[in-house]
C-alpha cells in the first residue's frame, strides 16, 4: 500500500481545513435561518425559546420542534447521503458524470414506491424504505449489467447512455402507474422532491441507514481511493476490484433508497458537490467523503429553505431548484470532458 498512499499524497492540498470551516459557517448559518423562517417568520428571542424548552405545548413548539426541526436534519440527511453516493459512483466508475439520479438509480427507487402505492395503498416508513431499496437495486443491476465490459470496465459513454435508458423507462413506467390508479395526489410531491411530509417517526426508521451507509462508506474510503486511479492499477496493488466495486454499490443503494423514501427523486445533487469538493481537495476519499457529505448537507438545507421562501406559504419543489444549478454544471463537465 506504499505506492498507493505516494499516489494519494503527492498532489495533497495545504488547506484542506480552510474548506471545512468555510462550509461550516454556511451550515450553522442555513440551519439558524432554517429554523426562523419560512410561511411564518420567527423571532431569535421566539427560536431560542422553543429550543431551550422544547417539550412545551405551543403553537410555536409545534412548528419548531415538530415541524422544522426535522425537516432540517432530512436536509442534512438527504443532501449528504445523495452527494456522497454521488462522489462513491464517481470514483468506482472512474466516470465524473455520474449520478445516482442521472442514472436512473433514484427512478428505479421511485417505480417501486408507486408499484408499492398502487398494491398497498398507504404504506408504513419502512415498507416505503424496503420498496425504495428494491427498486433501486433492481435499477442499478440493469444500468451496470448494460454498460460494463469485459475487458474496458465501464465506458463513461455506456454508462451515461444506459442510464438514461433506465430513467426513461421507469419514470415513463412511474406516470403510467400514477394515471391507470389515479395515484397523482398521493405521489406529486414525491416526484417533484420536497420535505415538507417529514416528522420525527420517519426520520427515527430512515435515518439510521443513512448514517450506517456514511460510516460504511467512511471505512472504505481508502478502497474507493485506490479504485479510482485504474483498474489495473488497482489489481497491482492487491485490490480484489470486483469485491470492492460491490460493496460500494450496495453503499450506493442504501444511501440512495433512504434519501429517495425522504425526499422522493431527485438529480443532479450527486454530480455537483464532489466536483466542487474536488476543485480544492486532493483525489484522497479519506477526506473528499466526509467533506463532500457536509457539503450536501449545506446545500440541501439550504436548497430546502429556499424553496420556503420565494413564494410562501407554498413550496417551490426542491427539484427546480436544484436543477437551475444543476443543469449547467451537468453541461459543463460534458464540454470540458476531463476523466476523474
Not at 402505492?117 to 437495486?137: D, E, K, N, Q, W
Not at 474536488?278 to 430546502?304: H, S
Given at each position: 500500500?506504499?505506492?498507493?498512499?505516494?499516489?494519494?499524497?503527492?498532489?495533497?492540498?495545504?488547506?484542506?481545513?480552510?474548506?471545512?470551516?468555510?462550509?461550516?459557517?454556511?451550515?450553522?448559518?442555513?440551519?439558524?435561518l432554517s429554523l426562523r423562517f419560512g410561511?411564518?417568520?420567527?423571532?431569535?428571542?421566539?427560536?431560542?425559546?422553543?429550543?431551550?424548552?422544547?417539550?412545551?405545548?405551543?403553537?410555536?413548539?409545534?412548528?419548531?420542534?415538530?415541524?422544522?426541526?426535522?425537516?432540517?436534519?432530512?436536509?442534512?440527511?438527504?443532501?449528504?447521503?445523495?452527494?456522497?453516493?454521488?462522489?462513491?459512483?464517481?470514483?468506482?466508475?472512474?466516470?465524473?458524470?455520474?449520478?445516482?439520479?442521472?442514472?436512473g438509480i433514484n427512478a428505479g427507487a421511485?417505480?417501486?414506491?408507486?408499484?408499492?402505492?398502487?398494491?398497498?395503498?398507504?404504506?408504513?416508513?419502512?415498507?416505503?424504505?424496503?420498496?425504495?431499496?428494491?427498486?433501486?437495486?433492481?435499477?442499478?443491476?440493469?444500468?451496470?449489467?448494460?454498460?460494463?465490459?469485459?475487458?474496458?470496465g465501464y465506458q463513461q459513454t455506456r454508462?451515461?447512455?444506459?442510464?438514461?435508458?433506465?430513467?426513461?423507462?421507469?419514470?415513463?413506467?412511474?406516470?403510467?402507474?400514477?394515471?391507470?390508479?389515479?395515484?397523482?395526489?398521493?405521489?406529486?410531491?414525491?416526484?417533484?422532491?420536497?420535505?415538507?411530509?417529514?416528522?420525527?417517526?420517519?426520520?427515527?426508521?430512515?435515518?439510521?441507514?443513512?448514517?450506517?451507509?456514511?460510516?460504511?462508506?467512511?471505512?472504505?474510503?481508502?478502497?474507493?481511493?485506490?479504485?479510482?486511479?485504474?483498474?489495473?492499477?488497482?489489481?497491482?496493488?492487491?485490490?480484489?476490484?470486483?469485491?470492492?466495486?460491490?460493496?460500494?454499490?450496495?453503499?450506493?443503494?442504501?444511501?440512495?433508497?433512504?434519501?429517495?423514501?425522504?425526499?422522493?427523486?431527485?438529480?443532479?445533487?450527486?454530480?455537483?458537490?464532489?466536483?466542487?469538493?474536488?476543485?480544492?481537495?486532493?483525489?484522497?476519499?479519506?477526506?473528499?467523503?466526509?467533506?463532500?457529505?457536509?457539503?450536501?448537507?449545506?446545500?440541501?438545507?439550504?436548497?430546502?429553505?429556499?424553496?420556503?421562501?420565494?413564494?410562501?406559504?407554498?413550496?417551490?419543489?426542491?427539484?427546480?431548484?436544484?436543477?437551475?444549478?444543476?443543469?449547467?454544471?451537468?453541461?459543463?463537465?460534458?464540454?470540458?470532458?476531463?476523466?476523474?
Amino acid at each position: 500500500m506504499k505506492e498507493a498512499n505516494f499516489l494519494i499524497q503527492k498532489n495533497k492540498p495545504s488547506r484542506p481545513w480552510l474548506v471545512f470551516f468555510s462550509i461550516a459557517i454556511l451550515f450553522i448559518l442555513g440551519c439558524y435561518l432554517s429554523l426562523r423562517f419560512g410561511a411564518v417568520a420567527y423571532t431569535n428571542q421566539q427560536v431560542f425559546s422553543v429550543l431551550r424548552a422544547p417539550l412545551t405545548d405551543s403553537n410555536l413548539q409545534d412548528v419548531i420542534f415538530d415541524l422544522r426541526l426535522p425537516r432540517i436534519l432530512a436536509a442534512i440527511l438527504v443532501g449528504a447521503a445523495m452527494a456522497q453516493s454521488g462522489s462513491i459512483i464517481q470514483g468506482g466508475t472512474r466516470n465524473p458524470i455520474a449520478d445516482p439520479g442521472l442514472l436512473g438509480i433514484n427512478a428505479g427507487a421511485g417505480l417501486a414506491l408507486i408499484a408499492g402505492y398502487a398494491i398497498f395503498g398507504s404504506m408504513h416508513y419502512s415498507m416505503t424504505l424496503l420498496l425504495c431499496l428494491i427498486g433501486a437495486s433492481l435499477s442499478a443491476c440493469l444500468i451496470f449489467g448494460i454498460s460494463y465490459h469485459p475487458q474496458k470496465g465501464y465506458q463513461q459513454t455506456r454508462l451515461i447512455l444506459a442510464g438514461a435508458m433506465i430513467s426513461t423507462l421507469f419514470s415513463s413506467l412511474g406516470q403510467a402507474f400514477s394515471l391507470y390508479f389515479d395515484l397523482s395526489k398521493a405521489v406529486i410531491g414525491w416526484q417533484a422532491g420536497g420535505l415538507a411530509q417529514t416528522n420525527w417517526k420517519m426520520l427515527a426508521i430512515i435515518a439510521p441507514f443513512i448514517l450506517i451507509g456514511l460510516v460504511l462508506a467512511q471505512l472504505m474510503a481508502h478502497q474507493l481511493t485506490i479504485l479510482c486511479l485504474d483498474e489495473t492499477v488497482a489489481k497491482a496493488l492487491g485490490q480484489k476490484t470486483l469485491a470492492t466495486s460491490i460493496g460500494l454499490l450496495s453503499i450506493v443503494l442504501i444511501l440512495s433508497a433512504a434519501a429517495v423514501a425522504l425526499v422522493g427523486s431527485l438529480a443532479f445533487l450527486g454530480l455537483i458537490i464532489p466536483h466542487f469538493i474536488k476543485l480544492f481537495v486532493a483525489k484522497d476519499y479519506r477526506i473528499i467523503l466526509p467533506l463532500t457529505a457536509f457539503a450536501g448537507a449545506t446545500f440541501m438545507v439550504w436548497v430546502d429553505l429556499l424553496s420556503r421562501v420565494i413564494n410562501p406559504p407554498a413550496e417551490t419543489p426542491l427539484s427546480a431548484i436544484i436543477s437551475i444549478v444543476g443543469l449547467p454544471c451537468f453541461l459543463w463537465l460534458v464540454r470540458k470532458g476531463e476523466n476523474l
